[in-house]
């Protein structure tokens, strides 16, 4: 149970059998009653919403590429005229990232995690109703400030949520949440932009995160490592660990420790670039620029790219579906694997692989003169590959970026790190608008991504902080 280490007492034992009450000195290490609790039913609502709101951050963050082809249509534009308004999101996800992030380590994650949902609501719902580019480049700045802020505050919760033995798998299987938000955005777009237009995509996508919002204001506890170094908060902290230790075990006098608050005084900004983070942060922005630059040129283009190529839009939608279906088991072995083996040697099999898929996607035939001589079923088959390799890189360091920094100024540490990604999709939105303005062929598409990925590959083996492997005989 969660209260068996929290008591430097004798009388601990007597404490958990409810004999004898709790002292008003008694110090509670709330990281080690995290560490070594169950993951009960808590935890499972913890999950459940980071879950269900990063499903909604993958849908929005697609959203505008899945409705790109229909909008050249509609407005009567051409296909580079779409690099603004891919680029507008991606800005307004850095802002969210770095700006929201740090409100997570300030007010709360709970609290940052509801204003992001709010701005994703009412960002993509108004933009259904915008009537060209510029408004509409506008509505998504500020849908992409709420879907930057959900991913760094989500990943904070989890992370510090998860017991020990758990915490990669849970704070993996909310980030999976993502790939299948695309997934989810890909099968509604192939039936529900024929035949209601692309409005519609972007009424799912505002209707659902707001009454997220709702719910996770009732239902989201905040996070007991947060609230550990905040003394105003502990009435709020005892009663949540009592609902994990399912006994009143703490009371709000105790001396709580473990919230991990920097002894210097720096501030969380500070922390990340001193001395002792320093080499770890730069080289972790590295890795996420490139891959994200990477995970959002198939995000973005993908299926404008496909259907340069001659292909049919289902075909080209169909391609962002199975690099999405992809994304989610490969994320899952990548995991389970990571906590096993440590996310090292994962992470470099992953980014050698993510090269030879991509490489596996620019050599298919439907992208030569002789098309014919091509295969749609080995190009989905790649897709799925690349999707997987990708994808699964991104995830799991999201929980490295976790375990590198203390609680202090994880979310700023991650958030800052996902600021300086979205920058590396914005250059990806010009480089597509590029692509299409220079009159290059699809396969040098994917041949440039192969280029990119070999830079995220080099970055990873660099960063020192990696996840350790689960020693011999320990619990995975």
């Not at 034992?13 to 000195?25: F, H, I, L």
């Not at 040697?345 to 035939?365: K, M, P, Q």
């Not at 203390?406 to 480089?431: Q, Y």
């Amino acid at each position: 149970m969660a209260g068996d280490v929290t008591h430097v007492d004798p009388r601990q034992a007597d404490v958990k059998q409810g004999s004898v009450p709790p002292r008003a000195d008694d110090r509670v290490d709330v990281s080690s009653v995290l560490d070594k609790a169950r993951f009960g039913s808590l935890q499972l609502v913890v999950l459940a919403l980071t879950f269900l709101t990063l499903v909604m951050d993958g849908f929005d963050i697609q959203a505008i590429a899945f409705a790109a082809p229909a909008l050249t249509e509609a407005w009567g534009i051409e296909r580079s005229s779409l690099g603004p308004v891919l680029a507008a999101a991606l800005l307004g996800m850095a802002v969210g990232a770095a700006g929201i992030g740090v409100l997570g380590d300030r007010y709360g994650r709970k609290t940052a995690l509801v204003f992001s949902c709010v701005l994703m609501a009412a960002g993509s719902l108004a933009s259904a109703f915008a009537p060209g580019p510029m408004e509409l480049a506008a509505l998504r700045f500020v849908t992409g400030i709420g879907l930057g802020g959900a991913l760094p505050n989500s990943t904070a919760l989890m992370f510090e949520f998860a017991p020990k033995t758990w915490r990669q798998v849970a704070t993996s299987a909310a980030l999976v949440g993502v790939p299948l938000g695309g997934m989810l955005g890909a099968a509604l777009a192939r039936s529900m932009i024929p035949e209601l237009g692309w409005q519609a995509l972007f009424v799912v996508g505002g209707s659902i995160p707001a009454l997220l919002a709702a719910v996770t204001w009732w239902a989201l506890p905040e996070s007991p490592r947060y609230l550990s170094a905040r003394p105003m908060r502990y009435k709020e902290l005892a009663d949540l660990l009592n609902r994990l230790a399912h006994a009143e075990q703490y009371v709000p006098t105790s001396q709580f420790v473990g919230g991990g608050a920097a002894d210097s005084g720096k501030s969380a900004v500070a922390a990340i670039f001193g001395s002792d983070y320093r080499r770890d942060t730069l080289t972790l922005w590295l890795i996420f620029f490139t891959n994200v630059f990477s995970v959002y040129f198939f995000f973005n283009w993908l299926p404008t790219v496909l259907a340069s190529a001659s292909l049919d839009f289902r075909v080209a939608v169909t391609g962002s579906l199975f690099f999405n279906l992809g994304g989610v088991f490969g994320a899952l072995a990548a995991s389970g694997l990571t906590g096993r083996f440590g996310s090292r040697r994962v992470l470099g099999v992953v980014g050698v692989s993510a090269i030879v898929s991509v490489i596996a996607i620019a050599t298919n035939g439907v992208f030569t003169l002789d098309a014919a001589s091509g295969s749609i079923t080995a190009l989905m088959f790649a897709m799925a590959a690349a999707g997987g390799c990708i994808n699964a890189l991104q995830i799991v360091m999201f929980s490295v970026a976790a375990h590198a920094y203390p609680t202090f100024c994880r979310s700023t540490g991650v958030g800052w790190s996902l600021a300086v990604a979205r920058f590396g999709g914005i250059v990806s939105s010009f480089a597509g608008a590029a692509f299409f303005a220079m009159g290059m062929r699809p396969r040098h598409f994917f041949f440039f991504i192969a280029g990119v990925l070999t830079l995220t590959f080099i970055s990873v083996v660099a960063f020192r902080r990696h996840i350790p492997a689960t020693q011999r005989g320990a619990p995975q």
